[in-house]
Every structure is written in structure tokens, then in C-alpha cells.
């Protein structure tokens, strides 16, 4: 049978074990909500990546209509210079600026097509990438508010649960509490273990026969017995 000072102190554990659950989850609120937030900037910048591509091309686009312009205007120029010359030897180079011209032309104007159907294809990739990403940002959202929400609730949680454990700590000894809130503050939880097979429940390893039967003592003295190896407090479960 348990002393009184160890039910006293299992309580005490128990509550603390509640309170920190709650304070562990807290923690963990901002980092996911961060988590998330990056998540939420990688899918904008996907759709950005894809907004470029198609301005880029579209750039190029109006740097080879410029280009086809140019050519067109020469093209035109060296017609008229042709008209005009009486030597040969004027007009058939004229004619041989003429043919190169109308050349570059229609490379060009393959340029542009192909640049049309990849500025079509850029802007299925841009539309299907920001539907995509709306649709995902808007759940990512929707988790953030969530975890805000519980966040906001933990808060009130954690009040309410520190609040049990201070009710638990009045009836406990102080020397108890002493030891107590030392293994506490060394983060030994659970401090208060049992027993089993000889060995400690903390730390899994074998006790003293000293520790061993201190752990069996009904006496004031023998109420807190620790495990040699960790210092839990150790009770002997029958």
C-alpha cells in the first residue's frame, strides 16, 4: 500500500504531466504555423516563376515583331532604291540586300510562332499553376486559422491546468515537494516510478537491495526512496 506522501506526489505528478502536454503542444503551435507560412510562400512563388516565363516570352515576342519591323522598313527602302538605280551592278545588289532581308524576315517571323505557342503553353502552365496554388492556399489558410484558434485555446487550457497542479502541491509535504520539484527542474518526468522486476521505471536499470527495500518502508523516514541510478522517487508496486 502506498504512503499517503507518494499517492500525494502521483497526483502532483500526474497534474504536471497534463500541464506540460499542454505547454508542449503551445510550443509547437508557431513552428507549424510556420511551417505552413513557408509552404504558403513557396506555392506564390511557383505561381510568380510562372508569371515571369510568360512576361519573358512575351518580351521576346515584341523584340522580334521590333526586329520584323525594321526588316520590313528595309525591305521596303532597298525596293525603292531599286526602282531608282540605272547600273546593273546597283540593282543586283540591291537585289541581293532584298533576298537576305526577306531571309531574315521569314526566320523571324518562324521565331515568333514558336515563341507564340510557347507564350500559349506558359500561360496553361501559369493558370493551371495559380488554380493549383489558390486552391492550396486557401486550405493552408484554413489550417493557420485553425491553429490559431487552438493556440487561443491552449492558452486557456494551460491557465486552467497550472491551476490543478498548484491545488495538487498544497497537501504535499515540503521536503516531498522539495525533492519533487528537483527532479522536475532536471526534467526527470515521470519522477514518481514503480518498481517492476527489480528495476527502476525511469531509468530501466536495476536498484539497490538498500534502495529496493526503502522502497517497501512504511516508516516517515522511508517514505521517499529514490533509485540509485537516476534519483526517482521509487515505490515498490506489490
Avoid: W
Avoid at 489558410?141 to 491545488?167: P, Q, W, Y
Amino acid at each position: 500500500m502506498l504512503s499517503p506522501t507518494l499517492e500525494l506526489l502521483l497526483i502532483l505528478q500526474d497534474r504536471d504531466s497534463k500541464r506540460l502536454g499542454v505547454e508542449s503542444q503551445l510550443k509547437a503551435v508557431p513552428a507549424e504555423i510556420a511551417a505552413i507560412e513557408r509552404t504558403i510562400a513557396a506555392e506564390n512563388a511557383a505561381i510568380e516563376a510562372a508569371r515571369v516565363e510568360q512576361r519573358t516570352l512575351e518580351v521576346q515576342k515584341k523584340d522580334i515583331e521590333t526586329q520584323i519591323g525594321g526588316a520590313n522598313d528595309r525591305l521596303n527602302k532597298y525596293r525603292t532604291q531599286q526602282s531608282a538605280v540605272r547600273k546593273n551592278e546597283e540593282y543586283q545588289a540591291l537585289g541581293h540586300e532584298i533576298e537576305t532581308t526577306q531571309t531574315l524576315i521569314g526566320d523571324l517571323e518562324g521565331k515568333e510562332l514558336e515563341i507564340m505557342y510557347a507564350i500559349d503553353e506558359a500561360k496553361k502552365r501559369f493558370l493551371a499553376a495559380e488554380t493549383i496554388a489558390k486552391s492550396n492556399i486557401s486550405g493552408y489558410n484554413t489550417r493557420i486559422n485553425g491553429l490559431k484558434e487552438r493556440e487561443k485555446n491552449l492558452k486557456v487550457e494551460i491557465e486552467s491546468a497550472k491551476k490543478d497542479v498548484e491545488m495538487a502541491r498544497v497537501p504535499v509535504a515540503v521536503p516531498a515537494a522539495r525533492i519533487y520539484d528537483r527532479l522536475l527542474a532536471r526534467n526527470m518526468m515521470p519522477i514518481v516510478v514503480a518498481i517492476r522486476g527489480g528495476k527502476c521505471g525511469g531509468c530501466h536499470l536495476k536498484v539497490s537491495s538498500d534502495s529496493d527495500s526503502a522502497s517497501r518502508g512504511s516508516s516517515a523516514i522511508a517514505e521517499i526512496a529514490n533509485c540509485d541510478q537516476c534519483g526517482r522517487i521509487i515505490f515498490f508496486e506489490s
